[in-house]
Every structure is written in C-alpha cells, then in structure tokens.
C-alpha cells in the first residue's frame, strides 16, 4: 500500500503546537508585504541545510514582541490605521465565517469578530516540518516529501495490506502526540488515489481504500478535486459536460493522446503504479515580493538588486548552475509584464545581477504607473543527466567571477548574507 500524509491547516496547527490555548478558536495566520529585506536595517537570516526541492534556503528570524496576540498589529497595521495582509492559513473554526485562503485580513477581521490573527513565521514552520520528516523516516522504510505539509509513504514489503489501517491510526495518533499536530492519513494502491482520499477524510481521518473500491468511491467526485487536474484542463472537459471522475473514466478516448493524457488516466483509474519519489530534484527557485505601490524607478532598481542578489546567494548555496532566468513585475492597475531569458553561462552574482537589471529595464514599459510585485527565478539547471555547453568566449572571465562566488559565499555564511552588498543598495 502507499499512503498519503497531510497535516491539517498546517500553519495554524503549528502554531498552535506551541501556544495550546488556541486550540478550538478562530485562528488564522496572515501574510503581508515583506519589510525586511528591503530595510537598510541589520535583519537575522538563518540558513537551512535540508530545505527541500520546494523550500527556500534563508528565513529570516522573527522579532515580535513576547505579546503573540498583539503582535499581527505591528505587522499589519499601517501609520495611517489602515490593515494590509492576507489568510494564507485558517482554522477548521474560521472556515463556518467564510474566511479562505487569499481573504484581506481587514475583510476577515469583520467576517469575524473573535479572530485571532497571528502573523506568519515561515521559519518555524519549516523546522518544524523537517522534525516531522526525521520522525516519519523511521517509521516508514520508502518517504517522499511532497510540499512543505505533505508526504508520500511505501508500506510495500513492510506492513501487510490487511494491517495498513491499524498501522496509519498508530502512526496518525503518534504524530499528535509527539508532534502536537493533526494529520489525515489515506492510503490506497495508487499514490494519488491515497492523496485524494486524505483530502476528502480530513481533519484528522484515517482511510484505506481498496483497488476493488476505488471505481465506486470515485465516481462522483467533482474532477477539480483530483490531483493534476487544473483550471486548463478542467475547463476543457467541462465544455464537454464532463464534470466527475467517473464521467472523465467513461470517456476515455479523451485522455488516450500523449503520455500526460494517459497517465493522467491511470492516476484516476488507480492503475498509475507510479513510485514514491524519496528525493527531488529542483526544477526552479524563485524569489518574490509585494510591496506598496512605489514610483521611484531607482528604489524598484534597488529593490531588484536586493533580491537578485538574496536569489543568487541560494543559487550558489544549492551549487547549482541555471541556465534560464525570469522576471516578472506587476503595476498597481494589475498589468503585468514578464520575460525569460536562457544564457549558458557559468553562473555567478554578477551575471544574474547584470541580467535582472537589463530585463527590468527593458520590462518596464509603463513608467508612469506604480510597482508592486517584482518575482524572479532561475531554472533549467546543468546537470549530468542534463548538461549544457557553456558559452566559450565568456568562460574565462566567467569562471573568475564563479570563484569570487565561492569566497562571497564563505563570508556571507559565516557574517550573514547581508555581510557584502552593493552601493547602489
């Protein structure tokens, strides 16, 4: 069997492992526009040496006061009085008001008169996730970590399919009790048949689901409820009135073209056979930031240096070498303006700074409006199963720079990552 772990409302129940009265209580975490790392100020970044494919290498420390209720005011109360901030986690409890994921904080804070609002401490949360993993590694022989909250498990060859429910209950009931957490466990043959079971059995259940079970136990579930099946493809087989599982499995013939098709149609059969991943590769790392809307073009400059730079110190630290970079900025009116760029270059700082401040330049069409989101990111890595054939005539000279890379990188580790910045900072 394989089965599938998800803690409920993660952050919320994080945080409520270590602060037990607000347990039963309308809680939500919320997350606004990042101060720090544009700040002049000295900030505290800790650096994670087992940050997974999805995860970032730094987190910044929080400095709240020791008053945990009041502590949201001074990170999402402006001078003006004025709220910003958003739900990005909520409890079972905030869920009977309305409140979801992406909700303004100033609507939910009115949706709900009894809200405690706790800012976010990313930090913790992936130490704490890292724990679990540790935990979940010595109990099952074959783990792959999904995201930040979620993990895949192998039983095959270590528990009989006939004990697997008696062993997820054990295992479900041990996490709370060390961990203080609850987890929804589901398990079937087929890994993703196990998540979409553990979607439908939360909060804090427990499901085996037979192959012979799984036609009937799907059939009428909604198709966007299945995972790997998004907005695009969701759309598509609607305009063909296919709105269930079952439907979509007695129309075959639409998912039989191209691999993705039919893989996606074993996933849904639980035919899929696909195995538990115990470690990812990363595909990408990004870096993002919204902001108040800002005109000053040398700021927004400034503000792409600052995160270009933070992105290229986790580049280095993860001692990968990208060859396609984006950059995306997003105007107060919502326009949006993106670009990607492939170089095969040997990576440095000073190329992914050089590169990030010609493409906003040249992005940055509309210089009468307000920015506030800049993203970017970095893919398409080298690797041995994947290498490229780097720019020649710049190599030498790259090749310097790749090693002033390394020395900044011994610094920034041992001083901090703001240790070394640059004038226009």
């Known amino acids: 069997m394989k089965i599938h772990l998800d803690i409920d409302c993660y952050f919320v129940s994080a945080e409520r492992s270590r602060y ?39 987190e910044s420390k929080n400095s709240y006061s020791q008053d945990i209720l009041g502590a949201w005011k001074e990170e999402f109360i402006d001078d ?8 990005i986690a909520k409890s079972y409890e905030s869920k009977k008001f309305g409140i979801k994921t992406g909700t303004p904080l100033s609507q939910a804070l009115h949706m709900c008169k009894d809200l405690i609002v706790l800012p976010s401490d990313h930090l913790f949360y992936q130490e704490l996730s ?27 060859g270590w528990i009989d399919d006939k004990d697997t429910l008696a062993f997820i209950t054990n295992l479900r009931d041990e996490i709370q009790e060390r961990f203080h957490i609850p987890v929804s466990i589901g398990a079937s043959k087929s890994k993703w048949i196990a998540k979409l079971v553990t979607d439908r059995i939360k ?48 129309s075959s013939y639409l998912l039989r073209y191209g691999k993705a098709g039919k893989d996606l149609y074993a996933r849904i059969c639980g035919d899929d056979d696909e195995s538990i991943i115990a470690s990812r590769e990363r595909k990408a790392i990004s870096i993002s930031r919204n902001f108040t809307a800002i005109d000053d073009r040398d700021e927004l400059k400034r503000r792409v240096h600052i995160l270009a730079r933070y992105l290229s110190h986790n580049i280095a630290k993860l001692q990968l070498n990208p060859a396609t970079f984006y950059l995306k900025i997003r105007y107060e009116y919502g326009t949006k303006r993106y670009k990607s760029i492939t170089i095969h270059r040997l990576f440095s700082e000073k ?5 990030m401040r010609d493409m906003f330049q040249n992005l940055d069409s ?8 800049i993203a970017m990111s970095a893919s398409n890595f080298d690797a041995t199963q994947n290498p490229k054939t780097l720019n020649l005539l710049e190599y030498d000279n790259d090749r310097r720079f790749a090693e002033l890379n390394q020395k900044l990188l011994k610094i920034r580790d041992r001083y901090g990552v703001d240790a070394i910045r640059y004038g226009c900072e």
Not at 49 to 55: D, E, I, L, T
Not at 80 to 87: E, F, K, L, Q, T
Not at 366 to 373: G, L, T, V
């Open 20 to 58: 037990s009265f607000l347990k039963d209580k309308c809680v939500v975490v919320a997350k606004g526009s990042d101060k720090k790392i544009f700040s002049r100020a000295k900030k505290e970044w800790i650096s994670l040496p087992k940050c997974g494919a999805f995860n970032g290498v730094l």
């Open 80 to 87: 003006d009085g004025s709220i910003h901030g958003i739900v």
């Open 130 to 156: 890292h724990r679990l993993r540790e935990f979940l590694e010595l109990k099952i022989p074959l783990l792959e970590q999904y995201s930040i909250d979620e993990f895949f498990g192998d039983l095959d």
């Open 203 to 250: 909060p804090y259940g427990v499901y085996v689901l037979e192959s012979s079970e799984i036609q009937e136990y799907t059939k009428d579930i909604p198709i966007d409820n299945f995972p790997g099946i998004g907005r695009v493809i969701s759309a598509a087989l609607k305009k063909r009135m296919i709105f269930t599982l079952g439907e979509l499995r007695d």
């Open 351 to 355: 190329l992914f700074l050089d590169t």
């Open 366 to 373: 509309h210089k009468e409006q307000k920015i506030h989101y």
